[in-house]
């Protein structure tokens, strides 16, 4: 890897490398561990590349999409891919789309939507999944979903029930939770236990028959420890033993940030490299207006020195040894910080920083027209580490 990460032509810096053959391993090791009746979809929004889609496709039931966009960007890449669309504020375009290219299922996120999903079905079934905002206390998490717009107050699904029954064409599957986001394997566990008490007794009260529970996605991804992956041997046992208790309910999960965070690096180069206040500064080609991941969560991205030692100018290049430095892009804000204060054995204008896990939530959400500065180049890698065959993947999006 990292000399393939040298080996990258100047010019083709700043570049996104998605190693897809590690993916590959990291999705077959989560579907693994999971028990057959937990159904694995890939939530796109967290990165909706066309060859992570691929190469995920092979490995997950289908996807999670949250918009009409996303919808057609799936249906487009894996045409064959089951597709369940969620996500609030659906426009009246986005319901015919996703009857159009029959999703497998919806997620309805309120009455209203539900009441204007009828109205849109003109003879067609569909099949549905209840979003509930359950209140309940999901503890120290990167983002609690709960107590806001999104899905609905449990007192609210008595009301779908009643428009349901005068619209047969929509066709109950089941609930549908996504509660937080950053949970780590035990507190999930105990949480979808909670979930899943819950909607049985629920279904049972209305003599629902509740097939399916998607608990959503939210795994925790560390950036402080990128080793340290998300206790998925330890969900599937504890999925397993909690099914048993359900014996007709197929679960579902949606995982994003958690499948795609580490198969992405994103490469640069340090531009220069100042002393200002006794804090050193290296200010690198690219920034968070290209990898948003540290601005968004506030957190130090990870990142590993890639020296390279073909200095040709007439003077000496700066540099700082053993010492913190602070690693900035070209942004013309002190908002543009990927990593703070971190100790560094040498770093000179000139070296290559790779940026790791860049994979999930990174280009896909930076502002990437602040400034005009070029976009980065794309890279996939395929099982023998070598770039697929055009090496790029459709150059610099423009
Ligand atoms: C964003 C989202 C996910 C994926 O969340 P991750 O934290 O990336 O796993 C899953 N389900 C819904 C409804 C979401 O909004």
């Known amino acids: 890897?990292?000399?393939?990460?040298?080996?990258?032509?100047?010019?083709?810096?700043?570049?996104?490398?998605?190693?897809?053959?590690?993916?590959?391993?990291?999705?077959?090791?989560?579907?693994?561990?999971?028990?057959?009746r937990v159904e694995l979809l890939y939530a796109a929004k967290a990165n909706s590349d066309p060859r992570i889609l691929h190469t995920l496709a092979e490995h997950v039931h289908g996807f999670e999409v949250a918009s009409g966009g996303e919808l057609d960007?799936?249906?487009?890449?894996?045409?064959?891919?089951?597709?369940?669309?969620?996500?609030?504020?659906?426009?009246?375009?986005?319901?015919?789309?996703?009857?159009?290219?029959?999703?497998?299922?919806?997620?309805?996120?309120?009455?209203?939507?539900?009441?204007?999903?009828?109205?849109?079905?003109?003879?067609?079934?569909?099949?549905?999944?209840?979003?509930?905002?359950?209140?309940?206390?999901?503890?120290?998490?990167?983002?609690?979903?709960?107590?806001?717009?999104?899905?609905?107050?449990?007192?609210?699904?008595?009301?779908?029930?009643?428009v349901m029954e005068s619209v047969p064409g929509v066709r109950l599957r089941g609930l549908h939770f996504h509660l937080a986001s950053g949970l780590q394997a035990r507190p999930h566990l105990l949480l979808v236990d909670e979930v899943l008490a819950w909607a049985e007794s629920w279904a049972r009260d209305r003599g629902v028959d509740l097939r399916e529970v998607n608990v959503g996605g939210g795994m925790g991804v560390d950036y402080t420890h990128p080793s340290g992956l998300y206790d998925w041997p330890a969900l599937g046992a504890g999925l397993r033993r909690i099914l048993a208790r359900h014996p007709h309910l197929t679960l579902r999960i949606e995982p994003g940030r958690s499948v795609t965070a580490y198969c992405g690096r994103y490469v640069t180069q340090v531009l220069d490299i100042k002393s200002s206040r006794g804090q050193a500064f290296a200010v690198l080609r690219g920034g968070t207006h290209h990898l948003r991941t540290p601005a968004a969560k506030q957190h130090d991205q990870p990142f590993e020195v890639i020296p390279d030692d073909t200095w040709r100018r007439p003077w000496n290049r700066p540099e700082v040894r053993d010492e913190p430095v602070t690693l900035v892009g070209q942004l013309c804000t002190p908002k543009d910080v990927l990593a703070s204060r971190i100790v560094v054995e040498r770093l000179r204008v000139g070296d290559r920083v790779a940026f790791a896990m860049a994979g999930a939530y990174a280009w896909n959400i930076s502002h990437h027209a602040f400034l005009m500065h070029p976009h980065p180049t794309f890279h996939h890698l395929d099982d023998t580490g070598t770039p697929v065959a055009d090496g790029t993947y459709a150059g610099r999006p423009s």
């Not at 990460?5 to 999705?27: F, G, I, N, W």
């Not at 659906?90 to 497998?104: C, F, N, S, V, Y």
Request: with cysteine; net charge negative.
């Open 1 to 36: 890897m990292h000399g393939l990460l040298a080996a990258l032509p100047d010019d083709e810096l700043p570049a996104y490398v998605y190693d897809l053959a590690h993916l590959r391993e990291h999705v077959r090791t989560i579907r693994a561990a999971l028990p057959d």
């Open 73 to 162: 960007h799936v249906r487009a890449i894996v045409p064959r891919a089951p597709i369940a669309f969620g996500g609030p504020g659906k426009t009246q375009w986005e319901l015919i789309r996703a009857l159009d290219a029959r999703a497998e299922r919806l997620h309805i996120e309120s009455e209203h939507e539900l009441r204007l999903l009828a109205t849109l079905l003109g003879g067609r079934n569909v099949d549905v999944l209840l979003r509930v905002d359950l209140p309940v206390h999901v503890g120290r998490v990167a983002l609690a979903m709960g107590g806001g717009p999104f899905g609905m107050d449990p007192v609210q699904l008595d009301r779908c029930l009643e």
